[in-house]
């Protein structure tokens, strides 16, 4: 195989997706691709694609289409397609766009550099399988360059919860939890590359249980990391958020004060349409536990409106629940009908109802977010410095609840952390000045 050749990953979706990308660069860097950061010139591009809603899945044809120009250019410009519309579309996605020449789903990308030399060959490569085998075995090592301090790290894959909405079960397939000793080591690695905070990720990920260990105990073992600064975790869902999961958020100094914990709807009716197997009240007072644990925690979560059978009534106790919450950041969508999903064979609310409502939540979420921002002035923060902002010297980075900081200051290097106090509250950010 010829070296150096141009690969170009454009990632979609979830934090997943994000890991998935870094891990598919480094397998195929192994045979020779080295990563660009636009598509003009490359070799190879790879789409990592979402298809949680219907809008995220159509933006992958668009995309390919704004690729014939480069493919007029290039002829031997490969394109594959990989992550969850791959698994969900497999060779479909080939009859639709012709120009496609590979097309990997989320748990079989070990494979890709099999798989390439197929598509180097002049042939086309489709894997969407659902193997026995554990794809991070055969992954390669993380190379040591030094990389950003902040990274991902999944621990679990896949659900089990099968939301009557929702996708993720049949494009990750069942959940599968890593063992804890192959996460520890690869924890050990990313510090060693200069990483001071690792976001332990799973589409359920506090449903994790690695060889009997809970989420906890992987959190706890974390903690004894030298040189490990910050452990988040994502995504949670409510009917596995454990007692010691909720304990470390009080006990574990390593752990953020930030959960994000989806609940989709306040209604009753609506939940138990949803399949989500719990009701208002029981996340409601789930809340206020994690709370009494860790008084300062921000509160993330998930909506959906507009889910068929949804009334007005429904939708106002959806209002109802975040006026009681109190949420310090939230995602908010449309309900979108996926192909497949039992969901989709019911009748839905009208566009028109639904465009509304979701105005209204994001209206009601928007504040939440900019006053509990807002409170944020005049406290000390610690903030883990990224990267450099806008203005020449400014560095931007994380405080321990997640709000992106910026501050002047010239000297400051990514990866350290310093205590900051917040002078001011702007639209997605904090501005603040080093103590
Ligand atoms: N595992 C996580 C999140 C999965 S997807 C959880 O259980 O919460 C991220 C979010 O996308 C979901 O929380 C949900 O709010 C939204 N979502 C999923 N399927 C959707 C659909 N069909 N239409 C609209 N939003 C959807
Ligand atoms: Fe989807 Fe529900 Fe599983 Fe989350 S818990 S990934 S929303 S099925
Ligand atoms: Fe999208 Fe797949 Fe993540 S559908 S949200 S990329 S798990």
């Not at 789409?47 to 933006?59: G, Q, V, W, Y």
């Not at 497999?90 to 496609?100: A, D, H, K, T």
């Not at 001071?196 to 060889?211: D, M, R, S």
């Not at 039992?342 to 109802?353: L, Q, T």
Request: overall charge negative.
């Amino acid at each position: 195989m010829s070296n150096n050749k141009k690969l170009y990953i454009k990632t979609y979706g979830c934090q997943m997706n994000v890991y998935d990308s870094e891990r598919m660069a480094e397998a195929l860097g192994a045979s020779g691709y080295e990563q660009v950061e636009a598509p003009e010139g490359a070799d190879m591009i790879l789409l990592n694609t979402c298809h949680i809603r219907e809008k995220a899945a159509e933006k992958i044809y668009s995309e390919l289409g704004r690729y014939k120009g480069i493919k007029a250019e290039n002829p031997d410009l490969k394109i594959g397609v990989a992550g969850c519309v791959a698994q969900a579309e497999g060779e479909e996605i080939m009859r639709r766009q012709p120009m496609v020449d590979l097309v990997v789903g989320p748990q079989t990308y070990h494979r890709l550099p099999e798989m390439m030399k197929q598509v180097e060959a002049g042939e086309k490569a489709l894997d969407t399988d659902f193997p026995l085998e554990d794809k991070f075995e055969h992954l390669p090592d993380r190379p040591l360059p030094r990389r950003a301090p902040s990274a991902f790290l999944t621990v679990q894959e896949g659900c089990d919860k099968f939301c009557a909405f929702c996708v993720v079960p049949y494009t990750r397939g069942a959940e599968v939890s890593r063992p804890p000793e192959r996460i520890l080591r690869e924890a050990r690695e990313l510090v060693e590359r200069g990483v001071k905070e690792i976001n332990l990720l799973g589409q359920n990920v506090n449903a994790y249980n690695g060889g009997d260990w809970t989420l906890a105990q992987l959190i706890w073992a974390l903690n004894d990391v030298d040189g490990l600064e910050r452990i988040r975790f994502t995504t949670s869902h409510p009917n596995d958020m454990t007692d010691d999961l909720i304990a470390a958020h009080g006990e574990c100094d390593k752990l953020m004060p930030y959960l994000h914990l989806p609940v989709q709807s306040g209604s009753d009716k609506v939940l138990k349409g949803m399949n989500r197997q719990h009701t208002a009240e029981h996340y409601i007072r789930l809340i206020e536990r994690i709370r009494a644990a860790r008084p300062d925690i921000l509160i993330s979560g998930d909506f959906i409106v507009g889910f068929p059978g949804e009334e007005d009534t429904d939708f106002d106790a959806t209002m109802d629940l975040v006026r009681e919450v109190n949420y310090g950041q939230a995602y908010s969508f449309k309900y979108s009908a996926r192909p497949g999903t039992p969901a989709a064979e019911r009748s839905f609310v009208s566009v028109e109802v639904a465009n509304a409502r979701l105005q209204q939540l994001q209206a009601l979420l928007t504040q939440q977010q900019r006053a509990l921002q807002e409170a944020m002035v005049g406290q000390e923060v610690d903030v883990l410095f990224e990267k450099k902002g806008r203005l020449a010297g400014q560095m931007i980075g994380k405080s321990q609840h997640l709000h992106a900081v910026h501050v002047a200051g010239p000297d400051l290097q990514a990866g350290d952390i310093r205590r900051v106090r917040v002078v001011k509250s702007e639209t997605n950010s904090l501005g603040g000045e080093l103590l």
